[in-house]
Structures are given as structure tokens and as C-alpha cells.
């Protein structure tokens, strides 16, 4: 009984990996969606913009789950955590990226 708990606990490091594979999938998840959006709003043809950008979101992050799950749910929510995690920070990124752009467009309005 004890032989079959140990053999599936995972080392800090394995949980670390899981957990930066999980924010490595929602960054790209959630960088997608934005680009999406943007190159959606702005095309002539937004909802082949919408769909597709749907689908190749869901079938990335769902083979990406399914790998690094393995078969166990520890690295499944480990790197779920990831990926809940990545949302802020890609905001903020997001965020930073076009308030240096707006920043760049006043000062050079203003000279």
C-alpha cells in the first residue's frame, strides 16, 4: 500500500516544470486570443478570425493538458495552475506593451 502512494508523488522540480509548462500553454493561450481579437475587429472577415482562432486555442491547450498529464491529475493541475496564472501576466504585458505604444505616440505628437 505504501509502495503504490510513493510511486506516484513527484519531485518539486517535475511540479515546477509542470508549472512552468502550464503558464508557458496560457500565455500562448491567452496572446492568441488577444491577437485574435485584434486581427478579427479589423479584418473583413472576422469570423473566420474567430472561429479558427477558437479552435486552434482549444485543440493547443487540450493536447498540451493531455501530454503533460500522462495519465495523473498532479501535473494536470499543477500546470492548470500555470495557466490560470498566465492570464494576469500576459495582461500585464499586454497592458505595458500599449501603454509604452501610446506613450511613444504622445511624445512624438508633442515635439
Known amino acids: ?3 503504490a502512494l510513493t510511486e506516484i508523488l ?3 522540480l517535475e511540479l ?3 508549472l512552468l509548462f502550464g503558464f508557458v500553454l496560457g500565455s500562448l ?3 492568441s486570443l488577444w491577437w485574435t481579437v485584434f486581427r478579427g475587429l479589423t479584418s473583413e472577415r472576422p ?3 474567430f472561429v479558427s482562432g ?3 486555442r482549444i485543440a493547443t491547450a487540450l493536447f ?3 501530454f503533460i498529464a500522462d495519465g495523473h491529475w498532479q501535473p494536470l493541475t499543477i500546470s492548470l495552475i500555470g495557466f490560470i496564472l498566465a492570464r494576469p501576466a ?3 504585458l499586454i497592458d505595458l506593451t500599449n501603454n509604452n505604444t501610446h506613450t511613444k505616440v504622445k511624445i512624438k505628437n508633442a515635439t
Open 1 to 3: 500500500m505504501i509502495n
Open 10 to 12: 513527484y519531485s518539486p
Open 16 to 18: 515546477c516544470i509542470n
Open 29 to 31: 493561450f491567452f496572446l
Open 47 to 49: 469570423v473566420m478570425w
Open 54 to 56: 477558437f479552435f486552434i
Open 64 to 66: 498540451g493538458f493531455y
Open 90 to 92: 500576459t495582461k500585464l
